[in-house]
């Protein structure tokens, strides 16, 4: 089975471009999460989706930041305009909810790079 | 408020040597999951074990291996006879079980295995 799926893995843009995260879960995961990694901050929770509604976004930085999840299958966290302080690894995670707090699944991440 | 400390930022061992990688949490739930994820130089996150609260039972897999001690708030994971394939970065994770479904992962800073020839 295909596991977590990000793209693209790479991304250099300029500041104040627009920049599209894009994610899909593993098929049958009703949770899906964005993270993002930095040498200062190590690994935050940015959001998270359960059954493509957004549960928790209390860790989106500011409202340069926004995420949706149209569907059971895909996911995108959006950045507008990009700053250079955004620079980082961001990850989609997914996992099947329920009342054992399952573990999350990862995808590669994507390493965006902000000049 | 959850939190996470994983004071050992960088660790150096030699191939065979074992190692404990230490990990204290802080929590004002009863009811709570642990987790372990590994990192390697790729960059992908593994996952490597779930603990629930309620179950202090230590787990070995392997030569892995994990002590769970409510008492000093630790889950502590030790490699044994380590291997130049070990050389990542370890995460400790804390998801509180209250509330119903708040999956809410917080990592602490990981510490950064290097196993030498």
Known sequence: ???????????????????????????????????????????????????NVPIDDSGMPEDRFSAKMPNASFSTLKIQPSEPRDSAVYFCASSLGGVAHNEQFFGPGTRLTVL | AQKVTQAQTEISVVEKEDVTLDCVYETRDTTYYLFWYKQPPSGELVFLIRRNSFDEQNEISGRYSWNFQKSTSSFNFTITASQVVDSAVYFCALSEGSGGSNYKLTFGKGTLLTVNP
């Not at chain 1, 009703?30 to 940015?46: A, K, P, S, V």
Request: aromatic share 12%.
């Open chain 1, 1 to 51: 089975d295909a596991g977590v799926i990000q793209s693209p893995r790479h991304e250099v843009t300029e500041m104040g471009q627009e920049v599209t995260l894009r994610c899909k879960p593993i098929s049958g995961h009703d949770y899906l999460f964005w993270y993002r990694q930095t040498m200062m901050r190590g690994l935050e929770l940015l959001i998270y989706f359960n059954n």
